[in-house]
């Protein structure tokens, strides 16, 4: 298994849109923080403007801890796409270049194989989001400075430096399991699909239809909490003033199993297909 | 013809001699002790009190001087109340104004007295204003002003000790509207609770100040 991993990492790191993926995933980064700058004061403006009769204002609210909210707000559509495509590569690029029918002639378990690449996808969605943490707070910080950050979450709620990089680390920490789940969605729709471009429309569609559900109101609070696409934005619940944690942990906790059945299903149809 | 001139000096002693004065002369007394402060330094401790505003205590640098607006200097994001800083009351004092005595009582072995401030000026910047004198210790226990383009606002002043009259606390009541905020800034997909949304346009809200710390006092 250890050089199962070892392959598919080597395997990863030799892909060419690998890279591209992380280029794009920092232009993508440098572009909504340069619009983020633009609403952030835009709407701070508006915000502000109708306390100006009661209120002056000392030290300035577009700092770096808003600019890396706003930074998270736009993220989580941009990408879950470049995951989907990079972590499905692994396993479509095989089929397009029938590697993998060389792969499986080896004393190797197709469950193995594949468990293999869902570990690799895995820790490059937990790499990616590292980088964008780091380099969103770090552009952020260095460019804006530190100071409060502002939010509307059941009211207006201002956190102080310490505070407010807590929250948003925590929301980086959270929004990471929704970025697994979509990877393992992504590989299985691979095993499914086979095609690389057959599975990019399909993780895309994927996708898109999971945040138009997302603003669905079911009627039923079970069901708002229980299907996937209602618990990718739990990584919002850290900015209430008081965190709700208990909620948090039930969606963490869901999309963890829901990520582990999707998996369980790509293994399954992979171990029963026949590759040839 | 006797009664008739009788009347009208006694009406004309009544008019004079009622409760209106130019200025109230404990008024003065107190504006005078306010006055004899050109200037101070103390910390600062400001607490937003507004119930859709939820920001932690902030601290600063309250400095005065006499002449200008108090200052606050710090380090953090700090909404400084646009009211409730004028120490030595230069705001309602800057145009010509009338008292009129509206009442007098006791309260916790104080006596307090109510006045009016009416300002007889057209650029006066506010209507009136109900000052509540604290006569036993020679200082404003509370100010209702009413100005032309801010709203009303009420000031609730504390003090350390009998004698001091610069407060330790300073309590900032006005009214805030509702504040329309776009509903996609900074929280994807929050609920919204609309009945509550449109019932509550006017908030009251406090500004909390507490001041330590005197220095630099002249």
Redesign the interface.
């Known amino acids: 298994m250890i050089a199962l991993l070892k392959m598919e990492s080597f395997r990863l790191m030799r892909q060419s849109r690998t890279y591209f993926a992380l280029a794009g995933v920092l232009l993508i980064e440098v572009v909504v923080l340069l619009s983020a700058y633009y609403q952030g004061n835009e ?1 701070i403006d ?2 502000l403007s ?2 100006q ?9 577009v700092n770096g801890n808003l600019i890396s ?2 930074i998270l ?1 736009s993220m989580w559509f941009h990408l879950p796409l470049i995951l989907m495509i990079v972590v499905s590569g692994l396993l479509t690029s095989e089929y397009k270049d029938r590697t993998l029918l060389t792969a499986m002639m080896q004393p190797v378990s197709k469950v193995q194989y594949l468990l293999s690449k869902y570990v690799v996808g895995i820790l490059f969605s937990l790499i990616i989001v590292l980088l964008l943490l780091l380099t969103s707070l770090g552009l952020s910080y260095a460019i804006f400075g530190k ?2 950050l ?11 430096q310490p505070e407010a990089l807590s929250r948003i680390v925590m929301a980086f920490i959270a929004g990471a399991f929704s970025m697994i789940f979509y990877s393992v969605t992504s590989l299985t729709l691979a095993v499914i699909f086979k095609d690389v471009t057959k599975t990019w429309i399909v993780s895309v569609l994927f996708i898109v239809i999971s945040s138009l559900l ?2 669905i109101d079911f009627g039923s609070e079970i069901l708002n909490n229980l299907f996937y696409f209602k618990l990718n ?1 739990s990584w ?1 619940l850290f ?1 209430y ?1 008081e965190i709700p944690w208990e909620n948090i942990m039930l969606k963490t906790g869901l999309i963890v199993m829901y990520t582990i059945l999707m998996g369980a299903v790509g293994l399954l149809i992979f171990k029963k297909k026949d590759i040839g | 013809m006797r009664p008739i001139i009788t009347t009208l000096l006694l009406l004309t002693c009544l008019i004079t001699s009622a409760q209106q004065t130019e200025i109230d002369p404990d008024l003065l007394e107190i504006k005078q002790r306010l006055d004899s402060i050109k200037s101070f330094t103390a910390d600062l401790s400001l607490d937003v009190d507004i119930n859709f505003i939820n920001m932690p205590k902030k601290t600063g640098t309250l400095i005065y001087k006499k002449g200008s607006p108090a200052q606050i200097k710090t380090d953090d994001f700090m909404l400084v109340p646009k009211r409730g800083l004028d120490f030595s009351l230069e705001q309602l004092f800057e145009h010509p104004v009338i008292t009129v005595h509206r009442e007098t009582r006791m309260q916790d072995g104080d006596s307090l007295k109510v006045i009016n401030v009416i300002p007889t000026s057209d650029k006066s910047n506010f209507s009136i204003a109900e000052l509540t004198l604290n006569i036993t210790k020679k200082r404003i226990a509370e100010s209702k002003i009413s100005t032309l383009r801010d709203g009303s606002y009420t000031i609730f002043f504390s003090f350390p000790d009998r004698t001091s009259i610069l407060p330790k606390q300073i309590i900032i009541q006005f009214e805030v509207e509702r504040i329309k905020i776009p509903l996609s800034f900074l929280g994807k997909d929050v609920e919204i609770d609309r009945k509550l949304k449109r019932s509550e346009d006017i908030k009251k809200g406090s500004i909390i100040l507490d001041i330590t710390n005197y220095r630099d006092l002249l």
């Open positions: 709407v508006i915000v109708q306390l009769e009661s209120f002056y204002f000392k030290g300035t609210l909210y706003l707000n100071g409060d502002v939010v509307l979450m059941g009211g207006l709620n201002f956190y102080e997302m603003k934005q919002q900015f003033p």
